[in-house]
């Protein structure tokens, strides 16, 4: 890959605008799109770094904001803020990106990622709207599991066995619900690790190895399903 471009942008559909960073491989006529969902934090510099890296392996990385430009540090006001975010509105927020990647000449097929409240709306897109693959980073896991009899994609679930918020008991329960529904899917925990393992610019959490291995996973994952 000689190199990438970065940008930032705005979607816009029925009055409502959504912010992005979009990082494209250079050269590329055509390429499959991953949607990236951030963490509670919002979009921030971490994200970004994940949507360079994205478009580093030939991918069109859109990281999309729920936050409408905020950003924190403190775990008490994002807290605040991935509360006060209605479901339906960030699904209403990535419909919009997803709509425009779909009309997007450049794009081949559409996969989504995220991580911690990112990870529970990649879950929630992949169940209410079309993409090609879907791997949710120790997002939540709906405690009425019928949703996943709509879940229309292949779904990578990558956890932590030490994690607290996203427990190996939901993680579990999401394997039996792929099964239950005959759905395509892997729930990966990683043992030993903590929740947001594969943040590198938390040493607290980080655990590089486990980290490398998800990325090498998810890597393999969106080439076998996105063409």
């Not at 971490?46 to 069109?60: C, N």
């Not at 989504?112 to 791997?135: D, I, P, R």
């Not at 939901?170 to 929740?195: C, F, P, W």
Request: aromatic fraction near 10%.
């Amino acid at each position: 890959m000689s190199g990438i471009t970065t940008t930032r942008t705005k979607f816009a559909a029925n009055g409502k605008e959504v912010i992005a960073f979009v990082a494209k491989p250079e050269g590329v006529k055509k390429a499959p799109a991953v949607i990236i969902v951030h963490e509670w934090w919002g979009l921030n510099p971490h994200t970004e770094d994940i949507a360079q890296r994205y478009a580093r392996e030939g991918f069109i990385a859109v990281a999309a904001d729920l936050y409408n430009g905020v950003t924190t540090k403190d775990a008490k006001e994002a807290g605040q803020l991935m509360s006060a975010l209605k479901p339906e509105d960030g699904l209403q927020s990535l419909n919009i990106v997803l709509d425009a990647l779909r009309a997007d000449s450049e794009v081949t097929s559409v996969g989504v990622t995220g991580f911690c409240m990112g990870g529970t709306f990649a879950l929630l897109l992949a169940c209410h709207a079309k993409v090609e693959a879907s791997a949710p980073f120790y997002g939540d896991v709906p405690v009425d599991t019928t949703i996943i009899g709509k879940l229309g994609c292949p779904l990578l679930f990558i956890g932590g066995e030490k994690d607290q918020w996203i427990t190996v008991e939901k993680m579990n329960r999401l394997d039996t619900a792929l099964k239950q529904y005959s759905k395509s899917g892997e729930v990966r925990i990683y043992k030993g690790a903590d929740h947001a393992f594969f943040n590198d610019t938390r040493p607290e959490v980080y655990s590089k190895a486990d980290a490398e291995d998800a990325w090498k996973t998810v890597i393999a994952f969106f080439n076998q399903h996105l063409r």
